[in-house]
């Protein structure tokens, strides 16, 4: 658990998350995830590259008392920052608070992948915390299938959508018929806090329209303070594919779209989003017709965020570049 939290010990949002809760013992604004790291502490001991956890909440009192911590052999030295079993990557610049989960792993769990999102190579950005490039989270399960439908959609993830349609087909609210496949083509840097890390990835979500194929490319340029991430699909250069490049932000982030270059600011910072001039450019806040720019807090709760979406015709072969600029603001924090 500790490998994927950001610097604030707040874990990725993915897939569905309902905030279910059997016995509320602490603080229900609190950090349970931190809870959980400092019961994981007691029983089996604290690593050096764990997140810092607070003092031990009920909750951890209560299931660790007169229990002694159990040593684990081949518990890792380092933070690893792939996941191969989970197909998660985390491209991290610890001296900024650059946080980057990539996303690789299957399409859920099992054969119908109940909880799953269409949401292969999709990415989140966090900085100081602050989610920039935002998975929009579950919503709901059953009040409205239209919501239901979009929150695990294609379109409302980070990631390239082909076609009008998601990248694995859906048989209804808790069920997917086919599933996109993802793989892995490299990953350098990851480990090296001086070095660029980069990542690339693949899936044929798209594969039965002839043969397409989506590889996706992020570096995180640490020095440059940049994340830059290069979307192609690979076809038949004769082939024109219709295609939707969606770029979710968080709630916390303001946002002005001048053409193909979004100006954006956050508590404590600020940055530029460059968008690939390929597309055609729509900013959308809150919109119930389409609907975009939505960010769900918690399960039942929707909040009006930016999203911005890019809509054209790509040829086989064409890549997309989206590059990510960020300065930090003292005026802003």
Partial sequence: MPRCLDDRGHPPRQGDGDDGIGLLLDDHAGNRWL????????????????????????????????????????????????????????????????????????????????????????????????????????????????????????????TLCLFARDQSVSGGPFLWTRHAQSRLVAASGLDDRDADASWVAEHSGYRDEAGVVHRRSVQLQRQAARLVVTDVVLADEGLAVQASLSWHLGPDVECRLEGHRAQLAWPGGRGELDLPAALSWMPHRGDETMPAGWYSPSFDLKVPSATLIGSGTLAGGQSLVTELRWFSDPARS
């Fill in 35 to 158: 809870g959980l790291l400092a019961t994981g502490a007691r029983l089996f001991g604290g690593l050096p590259w764990w997140p810092k956890s607070p003092e031990p909440d009920l909750r951890t009192l209560v299931l660790t008392e007169g229990i002694k911590a159990r040593a684990i052999a081949g518990r890792p030295k380092r933070r690893p920052h792939l996941l191969e079993g989970a197909g998660q990557a985390f491209l991290i610049d610890s001296e900024r608070a650059v946080w980057c989960r990539c996303d690789y792993g299957p399409h859920g769990f099992g054969r119908i992948a109940a909880h799953a999102h269409a949401d292969a190579l999709s990415l989140e950005c966090r900085i100081g915390g602050v989610e920039i490039l935002a998975d929009p989270g579950t919503y709901c399960y059953h009040g409205d299938p239209r919501w239901r439908a979009y929150f695990r959609s294609t379109l409302a993830h980070n």
